[in-house]
């Protein structure tokens, strides 16, 4: 139990563009699902909480126009990166927590940005 | 903001020895989570910790949750081939479930 899906798994786009990526938790609802960004040889930097129904909470530094978080469903949360950049390209990492079932947090594959 | 200092931040082992790794923090955390990270995959939760002392085991690792709650270790016995990857600490104050992460420790285990 306790998967978390993202898609796409890795996407390459021209700068200027929109990317979304989707985050699903596929056995339990998430009222809670994160947003994670990693560089190479780096940990992992909150990018934002989402909330099912409400608006994201972002963290300081982190342009919330530029990165869009929809939590549609408590099994859905996907994050636009809007007008993609080279310094956009990552890894992202969702993670969800399965309440009530427990309080920790299951982490999706990520998805692998490149912008050319 | 909250600081993990996770060490040592690279190991190199042989296959069937033991590992010890360690976080701390300057603050106070009442959750402590310990993942491991393949490359290009998403972290995998090892061991989570809630209770202050509290010492879990997983198999082959075993992880303990400090009394002063500002540190965890995580400890691996018998290393193999495929425990080969990044740990991560991370700990969280409250149960809005933000976690702050460690830097990771890198672990090469030679056959």
């Known amino acids: 139990g306790a998967v978390v899906s993202q898609h796409p798994s890795w996407v390459i786009c021209k700068s200027g563009t929109s990317v979304k990526i989707e985050c699903r938790s596929l056995d339990f609802q998430a009222t809670t699902m994160f947003w994670y960004r990693q560089f190479p040889k780096q940990s992992l930097m909150l990018m934002a909480t989402?909330?099912?129904?409400?608006?994201?909470?972002?963290e300081q530094g982190v342009e919330k126009d530029k990165f869009l978080i929809n939590h549609a469903s408590l099994t859905l949360s996907t994050l636009t990166v809007t007008s993609a950049h080279p310094e956009d390209s990552s890894f992202y990492i969702c993670?969800?927590?399965?309440?009530?079932?427990?309080?920790?947090?299951?982490f999706g594959p990520g998805t692998r940005l490149l912008v050319l | 903001g909250q600081q993990l200092n996770q060490s040592p931040q690279s190991m190199f082992i042989q296959e069937g020895e033991d590992v010890s790794m360690n976080c701390t923090s300057s603050s106070i955390f009442n959750t402590w989570l310990w993942y491991k990270q393949d490359p290009g995959e998403g972290p995998v939760l090892l061991i989570a910790?809630?209770?202050?002392?509290e010492l879990t085991s997983n198999g082959r690792l075993t992880a303990q949750f400090g009394i002063t709650r500002k540190d965890s270790f995580l400890n691996i016995s018998a290393s193999i081939p495929s425990d080969v990857g990044i740990y991560f600490c991370?700990?969280?104050?409250?149960?809005?479930?933000?976690?702050?992460f460690g830097d990771g420790t890198t672990l090469t285990v030679k056959p």
């Open positions: 989402s909330n099912e129904g409400s608006k994201a909470t972002y």
């Open positions: 991370a700990g969280q104050v409250t149960n809005a479930g933000k976690s702050t």
């Open positions: 993670s969800a927590r399965a309440l009530p079932r427990d309080e920790t947090q299951y």
């Open positions: 910790l809630y209770k202050a002392g």
